[in-house]
């Protein structure tokens, strides 16, 4: 076997020795790289961070420098506007430069809305699904206070349709399934429970579609602007009117009537329409003046030299188109 050789232990002064001469080169070397770095002219990674920043844009909305505080409004808070915008209402044109509304048709872009219909609830050229029933019309009078009729192709129209008697001297064409069809005269008013769409015909109207045992029968009716209508219109002012009060009626319209206005001192004003199918004046004011007609389908009629002659039918020069 070889012996292995150890080697002769150091003394303790001489490692000391030996490991201190590096420690004093390294400490010496740290001393001049921070001289180094200290020297005018010269950047470190602090210096690089604050060039990129500062050659960086300013973010979108807050000025640069500016202080949490002093940054703008958020994007997603609405801006006030410069001004209510105008709502169109029934008796006044729509401002030109009103922003049309996103749901309003219009016909191009930037397009004002359409002006409102004056029809109701039923309009013409519209197709409407009810059921017809019949009932004894008599003379042919009604809630429309027409008076008798001597044509009984006449109907009653249900409580929500009617609206307050806007569907009265409307002529109505009715389709059965069956493929029979009339055109009828609305004179008159189904009380509830006739539901909405529902006609209630005249025994003789009603023959024409089916026998009257079949009592209900389902129907489409639309309103119609007939030909056949009376050359010329009618107007007829109710029982006790007078300069003080009047009640004013529309006789022998070929469209059905939306509105009636009086002239007055200060100008057109319209009257309320009741259940029995007069224009109220109830002050007087307009009676016996110039009156405006309008239809539903926004022909307006004015008719002059009307006197207050209390239930007498006096004719006028003038009727609606035909539509």
Known sequence: MRATKHAAPQSN?????????PLALAAVGVLVCLAFALLPGRGGAADSAAATES??????????GSTPSAAAPSVTSPAPAASPTPRPSATTATPVSAAPSPSAATSGTGAAPAAASPAGRIKPGTSYQGVATSYDAADGNGACSFGPSGDLMIAAMNHTDYESSKACGASVLVRAA?????????VNECPLPCAPGQLDLSHEAFAKLAELSV??????????????????????????SSQWWCGIQVIGHRNPVAALEVRTATGWRQLARTDYNYFLSPDGSGCGGPIRVTDVYGEQLTVDGI???PDVVQPTRVQFARH
């Open 178 to 186: 069956n493929g029979a069809s009339i055109t009828v005269r609305i």
């Open 215 to 240: 009592g209900r029968l389902p129907i489409t009716w639309t309103v119609l602007s007939p030909g056949t209508a009376p050359d010329t219109m009618s107007i007829r002012y109710k029982s006790g």
């Open 13 to 21: 002064r001489g490692r000391g020795l030996v490991m201190g001469i």
């Open 307 to 309: 006197a207050v002659k």
């Open 55 to 64: 050659s960086a844009p300013p973010s979108s909305g807050v000025p640069t």
